[in-house]
């Protein structure tokens, strides 16, 4: 356990987590652009000078069952992320 919440360097505030309806969680970052997208990681055209292009950066987590089964079946791209694309 950690003795207090790592700071996000894109703000200088908490990072964030979140439970999500379905019982997922997120963590993230700001990224470097300091705004809060509220977990978005998708790419925003127009930031390349940026060392990340998302805007929010987002924590690894565990695949759910339907991930795996996707990535098995030979489709890795059907994730909770999006298509892939």
Same mark, same amino acid.
């Given at each position: ?6 700071? #996000?360097? $894109? !703000? +200088?505030?908490?990072? %964030?987590? *979140?439970?999500?309806?379905?019982? @997922? ?11 809060? #997208?509220? $977990? !978005? +990681?998708?790419?925003? %055209?127009? *930031?390349?000078?940026?060392?990340? @292009? ?32």
């Amino acid at each position: 356990f950690m003795s207090a919440v790592p700071i #996000d360097p $894109g !703000d +200088g505030q908490p990072l %964030r987590y *979140r439970l999500n309806t379905d019982g @997922t969680w997120q963590l993230y970052s700001t990224a470097l652009d300091g705004i809060d #997208d509220v $977990g !978005d +990681g998708n790419s925003v %055209r127009g *930031r390349s000078f940026y060392t990340s @292009t998302a805007k929010d950066i987002l924590w690894p987590r565990p695949a759910t069952p339907e991930e795996v089964v996707a990535y098995e079946q030979g489709r890795p791209g059907q994730t909770a992320f999006g298509d892939g694309e």
